[in-house]
């Protein structure tokens, strides 16, 4: 079942890196595409335009270590700990201070980067990751099963199911190649 809220953004950021799901090899880093950086942005609590080449670069830097890190947890090894100290180096790209905040009629106590700059969007994209870990199950990391997606997912399901990024796009894509398969070798 899809998640019906947006991933996270530690999540976000390493499906940056798009391949296409139908296998034709077209790959494209999202990070170049300022349509999909705004937005990214703004949800990670930046205010201004769209960064510089070496704010991208940035961010593609700590897009690189999360997914060393996440493979590595896949695989079922720890953090090492270059990858603990790199993590807490992005943390500490600015520091966070507690801001309330009003929702409808009541009230959400959250915690935002002080600084302004890429650090602010490196340390959100940090923290989403470090709640992750100390609050979640990085167990449910997981790579989609499509082979042409990669994209990776955090499975919520109750029983640990997900296999999919997206049911609709790569689930029914392989499960229409699949039926495909079955039917040629039947015939």
């Known amino acids: 079942m899809p998640i019906s809220r947006p991933d996270p953004l530690w999540a976000d950021l390493l499906n940056s890196d798009w391949h296409d799901y139908r296998g034709s090899g077209a790959r494209e880093d999202r990070i170049s595409n300022d349509t999909w950086m705004a937005s990214f ?12 080449p070496a704010e991208r670069e940035f961010l593609r830097s700590l897009r690189s270590r999360l997914r060393r890190v996440v493979d590595a947890l896949i695989a079922g090894k720890g953090l090492s700990s270059g990858d603990l100290k790199a993590l807490n180096d992005f943390l ?6 507690p801001r309330l905040e009003k929702r409808g009629s009541g009230w959400r106590l959250s915690q935002a980067p002080s600084a302004a700059g890429i650090g602010r969007v490196a340390a959100a994209v940090a923290l989403s990751f470090a709640s992750m870990l100390a609050d979640g199950d990085p167990a449910r990391i ?20 997900r296999r999919w990024c997206d049911v609709k796009e790569c689930g029914n894509l392989i499960k ?5 398969a079955r039917s040629r070798s039947g015939s």
């Open 176 to 180: 229409v190649r699949r039926f495909r």
């Open 41 to 52: 942005l703004a949800r990670a609590g930046w205010e201004g335009g769209l960064p510089a």
């Open 142 to 161: 997981k790579i989609c099963a499509n082979p042409d997606c990669g994209w990776v997912i955090y499975d919520e399901s109750h029983n640990r199911t």
């Open 92 to 97: 500490a790209s600015s520091p966070l201070v």
